[in-house]
């Protein structure tokens, strides 16, 4: 039941059989396999879910029950601050929706939880979790997990449902890439309950197939290219050495910095500056912050491929709010898997400036306030996401400066 098996399934999921609905158990610590792509259609952007009422009871929590849908909302958040992809708690519960709820899974004493999806063609449609209230699991709401001496598991109900969120979004039960040492994702279940929040692996995975929603984490900066290989925010990024020093990428919440709040609601921004040669293809700042290039093949096994990856449709838009400190020429990029980009092509923000960096001057822009950017992308429908990056440039050839540019906004992505 413990062992882990030699081949782990790509960090997106895939599936054998295509059948109207399709049952994904979550193994205690391993992986299982499928062959065909899975995920929520290209034009999904909320999951509406319930939870079970009487969930708390079959659990063997009663009185519980508030806090259990407290457990799930919050697990549900971790994926919500990683995709464009919403899931919400805000539907009456029933049995024709996806939903939250328990069952006992008779002699499967493997599993804490399983999940359900109903497929449409090939696009999933609906999602449901399933607790095991099997006697071999106990469960609770304070962070418990392992396996007693009695033989029992004690079961957290919001690591559980973390893990579980993940197959909803179609994500397999282990990473193909682990870049910031041992198995470092939530879907890399962990049945002793080390791990609470997500991992780079679990976001890259959502982010790339739904769209890129972030609430500015630092960890979510991945390197620079044109050295695009995965690096862990704690052992730096190798210096991006056209003037000196290293590139600066962190995360501030409104009002620190020296930068007022972007608007009402709004939560952190990201700061990204460095220094770098203008206008120059191999030293302009490319800065990832999401790649599929982390969902390569391992263990034998392909990546999900590129009909899971965001796929752009006519009538998106993206957006987000920028706040220049030092130079004006930076925008959020995107990098499609045909090899082209967002801003070295033709399109213009709905001010009707072009979308190229080195076009945005400080006379159309200027320095120390927020301004909102709008980019209509139906000219590029059709084209699927290979990266998401933010990108520096200057119409000055060859000059050496330095730079430093905030994004904010909740809203960034489409």
């Given at each position: 039941?413990?062992?882990?098996?030699?081949?782990?399934?790509?960090?997106?999921?895939?599936?054998?059989?295509?059948?109207?609905?399709?049952?994904?158990?979550?193994?205690?610590?391993?992986?299982?396999?499928?062959?065909?792509?899975?995920?929520?259609?290209?034009?999904?952007?909320?999951?509406?879910?319930?939870?079970?009422?009487?969930?708390?009871?079959?659990?063997?929590?009663?009185?519980?029950?508030?806090?259990?849908?407290?457990?799930?909302?919050?697990?549900?958040?971790?994926?919500?601050?990683?995709?464009?992809?919403?899931?919400?708690?805000?539907?009456?519960?029933?049995?024709?929706?996806?939903?939250?709820?328990?069952?006992?899974?008779?002699?499967?004493?493997?599993?804490?939880?399983?999940?359900?999806?109903?497929?449409?063609?090939?696009?999933?449609?609906?999602?449901?979790?399933?607790?095991?209230?099997?006697?071999?699991?106990?469960?609770?709401?304070?962070?418990?997990?392992?396996?007693?001496?009695?033989?029992?598991?004690?079961?957290?109900?919001?690591?559980?449902?973390?893990?579980?969120?993940?197959?909803?979004?179609?994500?397999?039960?282990?990473?193909?890439?682990?870049?910031?040492?041992?198995?470092?994702?939530?879907?890399?279940?962990?049945?002793?309950?080390?791990?609470?929040?997500?991992?780079?692996?679990?976001?890259?995975?959502?982010?790339?197939?739904?769209?890129?929603?972030?609430?500015?984490?630092?960890?979510?900066?991945?390197?620079?290219?044109?050295?695009?290989?995965?690096?862990?925010?704690?052992?730096?990024?190798?210096?991006?050495?056209?003037?000196?020093?290293?590139?600066?990428?962190?995360?501030?919440?409104?009002g620190t910095d020296g930068v007022p709040q972007a608007g009402p609601g709004k939560n952190r921004f990201k700061r990204m500056r460095g220094c770098a040669i203008a206008n120059a293809p191999t030293s302009k700042a490319y800065m990832v912050i999401g790649d599929i290039a982390h969902d390569g093949p391992r263990g034998g096994e392909g990546a999900?491929?590129?009909?899971?990856?965001?796929?752009i449709q006519s009538g998106m838009k993206l957006r987000w709010l920028q706040y220049n400190g030092v130079q004006c020429t930076a925008i959020v990029d995107i990098e499609f898997t045909d090899g082209t980009r967002l801003s070295s092509s033709s399109a213009t923000d709905t001010a009707g400036v072009s979308i190229n960096p080195k076009n945005r001057?400080?006379?159309?822009?200027?320095?120390?306030?927020?301004?909102?950017?709008?980019?209509?992308?139906?000219?590029?429908?059709?084209?699927?996401?290979?990266?998401?990056?933010?990108?520096?440039?200057?119409?000055?050839?060859?000059?050496?400066?330095?730079?430093?540019?905030?994004?904010?906004?909740?809203?960034?992505?489409?």
């Amino acid at each position: 039941m413990l062992d882990q098996k030699s081949s782990m399934r790509s960090s997106l999921a895939k599936i054998a059989l295509a059948l109207a609905v399709l049952v994904a158990s979550t193994p205690v610590q391993s992986a299982t396999a499928y062959s065909t792509a899975l995920r929520w259609s290209q034009s999904t952007t909320q999951i509406s879910y319930a939870i079970n009422g009487s969930l708390s009871t079959a659990l063997g929590l009663p009185g519980q029950q508030a806090t259990i849908a407290t457990r799930i909302r919050d697990a549900a958040f971790q994926w919500n601050i990683a995709s464009r992809l919403k899931m919400n708690n805000n539907i009456p519960y029933s049995e024709s929706v996806s939903r939250v709820t328990s069952a006992d899974l008779g002699s499967d004493d493997t599993v804490f939880a399983n999940v359900t999806w109903q497929l449409s063609g090939s696009s999933v449609v609906r999602a449901w979790t399933r607790f095991n209230t099997n006697s071999k699991f106990d469960w609770n709401t304070n962070g418990t997990m392992g396996l007693r001496g009695d033989g029992v598991w004690d079961a957290d109900v919001f690591k559980v449902a973390v893990h579980e969120f993940g197959h909803w979004l179609a994500l397999g039960d282990a990473p193909d890439e682990v870049w910031e040492g041992g198995f470092n994702a939530m879907m890399w279940f962990d049945p002793q309950g080390s791990k609470s929040s997500l991992f780079m692996d679990d976001k890259e995975g959502a982010t790339m197939m739904y769209g890129l929603q972030t609430g500015f984490e630092v960890a979510q900066f991945l390197g620079l290219l044109p050295n695009p290989a995965p690096v862990s925010p704690s052992v730096g990024v190798g210096a991006y050495n056209t003037c000196s020093g290293n590139p600066d990428y962190w995360t501030f919440n409104p009002g620190t910095d020296g930068v007022p709040q972007a608007g009402p609601g709004k939560n952190r921004f990201k700061r990204m500056r460095g220094c770098a040669i203008a206008n120059a293809p191999t030293s302009k700042a490319y800065m990832v912050i999401g790649d599929i290039a982390h969902d390569g093949p391992r263990g034998g096994e392909g990546a999900c491929g590129s009909s899971c990856y965001q796929q752009i449709q006519s009538g998106m838009k993206l957006r987000w709010l920028q706040y220049n400190g030092v130079q004006c020429t930076a925008i959020v990029d995107i990098e499609f898997t045909d090899g082209t980009r967002l801003s070295s092509s033709s399109a213009t923000d709905t001010a009707g400036v072009s979308i190229n960096p080195k076009n945005r001057t400080c006379n159309t822009y200027g320095t120390g306030f927020w301004f909102y950017v709008e980019v209509n992308l139906s000219q590029f429908a059709g084209k699927r996401i290979k990266r998401w990056l933010f990108t520096y440039d200057n119409s000055v050839s060859n000059i050496k400066g330095n730079w430093r540019i905030y994004f904010d906004d909740p809203n960034l992505g489409f």
